[in-house]
């Protein structure tokens, strides 16, 4: 059993900034990759930003150069740090990771969102 906890979600003003947090508790064998996505009303999540185990990272086109991607992974935590929001940045956020559980299986696990909105 692997849980995804997540936080910093909020309202703030165009311009301004926040940080979001995410960490995977339980059989953890190994973390291949954790990530971002966000969902507006709809039925599709985009892609925000993504790091894997090497270091590599991906953003989307919308948020290069004002999202940042990072990794604590002795607390088996990823952040996203949002600097100069938008208003079309409003939208639920999910973190995703994938990792090998203690059984040696391979499984995507889904934080269960937080709200942020950006208004002013």
């Known amino acids: 059993q692997v849980q995804l906890v997540e936080s910093g979600g909020g309202l703030v003003q165009p311009g301004g900034s926040l940080r979001l947090s995410c960490t995977a508790s339980g059989s953890i064998f190994s973390i291949l990759a954790m990530g971002w996505y966000r969902q507006t009303p709809g039925p599709q999540r985009e892609l925000v930003a993504a790091?894997?185990?090497?270091?590599?990272?991906n953003y989307a086109d919308s948020v290069k150069g004002r999202f940042t991607i990072s990794r604590d992974n002795a607390k088996n935590t990823v952040y996203l740090q949002m600097n100069s929001l938008k208003p079309e940045d409003t939208a639920v956020y999910f973190c995703?990771?994938?990792?090998?559980?203690?059984?040696?299986?391979?499984?995507?696990?889904w934080g269960q969102g937080t709200q942020v909105a950006v208004s002013s």
């Open positions: 995703k990771t994938t990792l090998v559980d203690l059984r040696g299986s391979f499984n995507d696990y």
């Open positions: 790091l894997n185990s090497g270091g590599g990272t």
